[in-house]
DNA sequence: TTGTAAGCGTTATCAC
DNA sequence: GTGATAACGCTTACAA
């Protein structure tokens, strides 16, 4: 079996520099009651043979992995998501500042996503979790409740007894409402994520208040759902267009989702931002280079995966998780992709029927 | 600190069954060498408290942790690589598969990418890498060779003498040149990567091939070179047709780069596909959802990721490294970037004076 | 076939 | 201050 040769051991460091190991352990865990000679010496000695205590070792005595796990949803080997490539960055990076790693896992259904949560925990691989793209119910959560077991979501869910840190979905969706009909929409399409998606609801919901503060009547036949890939917001987009009164604004649930609307859009022979608006949410890089450019409400991935990682690390240093709940604002990025309507749905009919 | 309560150990199981703890260890290490009664009674015992066998111990006899890890580019919270999380997603999968984990880390250069490798070394937590996007000479490979370390590349080196898989870069710029001079052009431009990735070189490699096989005298004016980004991507195209005799036909060494030409080039007033043909590689899913759909070339990053997790697995168990060395084909996915040139460069050059 | 016990590399509790 | 030494939870000779 391929090994690596010459391990270097705290007894090795100890006996280089003469001591005890007990004496490595204490100045490397800064106890701060060694003598500054022996410790410069046993700092040398670490040096000298490039010693790095075996996680392992430390592990089964500490308790603690120093190592924060995510459990992914699978993708089909088509649609990867860009929103979780950025978050995994952003948690990597706060991780590096504090000397602990990142262990990733997918899952293929919501009860295989349970069955990696409890393995990973009972064999004590990490110490905590970061769990994403929350449901309203999630049987995730439910298990680390149970267990007792760190965790932060990146996301809320009915049950808010524990560390999030999530955007204000309904806010920005409300916004993104009002922003249309301020443009002078009236017919206001909302192509929705799936429900059993906590944020999905809250976008949902956002929408709804939107049209309702427009003084706009909810038609629920301008409201679809759809997964978060864009060939499924190209379907949905052609649905609502086909409607005898077709919506002349889209708001779409992710960028993903827009994207396919736009290519729908387009293959209708429709004109983006004049024909039909689309407003995205996410504020993916790929919006900015696409034609036009897709108007969108951001919210950094990043900077929530860097956010939600030391949020966990405060939990799992002991913080109340209750005191580590975060709602943060997601702001419009004006492009190009919305304008006031051109066509009245009417004619948008007429102009599509030929 | 948050602590799991009443974790599980093997005593307990050992207590409950009423046998001896190492019993309970052959037994679920299958040694067969236990009788079925005990067999069964451990079983139902480790079924009844739901225990599994703590990570950190069972690595600490075995030499083994059962975890592979990754060092990735940390992203600059702009541009997570599309690549990269599908590739990311595809080993995560090969590893579920086998019950190991992944391990994923960030580094913000190549020296901190080597500091971060040994350190994982030295830590013993992971039992091999998989290293992406290979330099020519690739200072993390020589730590791993060094070290002896099990490891995989995705893409390969001046040095050979490790597992790896990659995709035959070269061969398919080649033939993204030949495709499009078939189309008729004559001025083909390339948007080449960094040439410290291998696999920029061997693209360019392939590109200068395919110049020659066309018979079209290879001018330097018409080779950039530029990061992986769709800015930088943008910037190189602007560069280009900026010549005096611009190029009609743009190939990019990644999707990422075409989609920024892509822009630069519609923000210039030309249609591309027509007046600009663009061929990217990667074969990303957004590419088919842009306007105009993205002609690209596509290696599986899914399929990839998997292979190269399977490589790994099998090295770490002993197989000869150079008996893992894989080179496949990428296929050209013709869409709607590319035809033939509707203007000489002259008159791309006057249509842009205006 | 099963029990016993030695270690894997740490940290932590004692004495000295 | 520092050195022994006992865990931590497991695997694996070796005995029985």
Redesign the interface.
């Known amino acids: 079996?391929?090994?690596?040769?010459n391990?270097?051991t705290i007894d090795d460091v100890a006996r280089l520099a003469g001591v005890a190991k007990g004496t490595v352990s204490r100045v490397l865990n800064n106890y701060g009651d060694t003598s500054a000679k022996t410790r410069d010496r046993i700092l040398q000695a670490v040096e000298r043979l490039?010693?790095?205590?075996?996680?392992?070792?430390r592990?089964?005595k500490r308790?603690r992995?120093d190592?924060l796990g995510i459990v992914?949803p699978?993708?089909d080997?088509?649609?990867?998501?860009?929103f979780?490539?950025?978050f995994?960055?952003?948690i990597?990076?706060a991780?590096?500042l504090s000397d602990r790693?990142?262990?990733?896992?997918?899952?293929h259904s919501d009860e295989h996503a349970v069955a990696?949560h409890?393995?990973?925990?009972?064999?004590?691989?990490v110490d905590?979790f970061i769990v994403t793209r929350t449901q309203g119910d999630d049987p995730r959560i439910e298990l680390l409740l149970q267990?007792?077991?760190?965790f932060v979501a990146h996301g809320r869910t009915r049950n808010t007894g524990f560390a999030w840190y999530d955007v204000d979905n309904e806010r920005a969706f409300l916004e993104a409402v009002r922003h249309v009909a301020a443009l002078g929409h009236r017919r206001i399409g909302f192509l929705g994520g799936p429900t059993r998606m906590n944020f999905a609801i809250q976008r949902r919901a956002g929408y709804r208040k939107g049209l309702e503060e427009a003084g706009i009547a909810h038609d629920p036949a301008l409201e679809s759902t759809c997964e978060l890939s864009?060939s499924s917001g190209?379907e949905a987009a052609r649905t609502l267009l086909r409607l005898d009164e077709p919506p002349t604004a889209l708001v779409c649930v992710t960028d993903t989702v827009a994207?396919?609307a736009?290519?729908a859009i387009?293959a209708l022979g429709l004109a983006i931002g004049r024909d039909v608006t689309v407003i995205g949410y996410d504020g993916l890089?790929?919006g900015?280079?696409?034609?036009p450019p897709l108007t969108t409400f951001s919210q950094?991935?990043?900077?929530a995966g860097a956010r939600a990682a030391r949020m966990l690390i405060d939990?799992?240093?002991?913080v109340d998780p209750l005191e580590r709940q975060e709602l943060v604002p997601a702001d419009l990025v004006k492009r190009s992709s919305d304008g006031p309507p051109q066509k009245t749905p009417q004619e948008l009919k007429e102009s599509l029927a030929k």
Chains 1, 2 share one sequence.
């Open positions: 079996m391929a090994r690596t040769k391990t270097v490039g010693y790095q205590p075996s996680s392992a070792a592990k089964l308790g992995v190592t992914l699978a993708g080997g088509e649609h990867a998501d860009p979780l490539s950025e995994l960055d952003g990597a990076q991780l590096d790693d990142l262990l990733v896992t997918t899952a990696v409890d393995r990973l925990i009972r064999s004590r691989k905590g267990r007792g077991f760190p864009e190209a994207i396919g736009m290519g387009r890089p790929v900015a280079y696409i034609d950094s991935a990043h900077a939990v799992i240093e002991g």
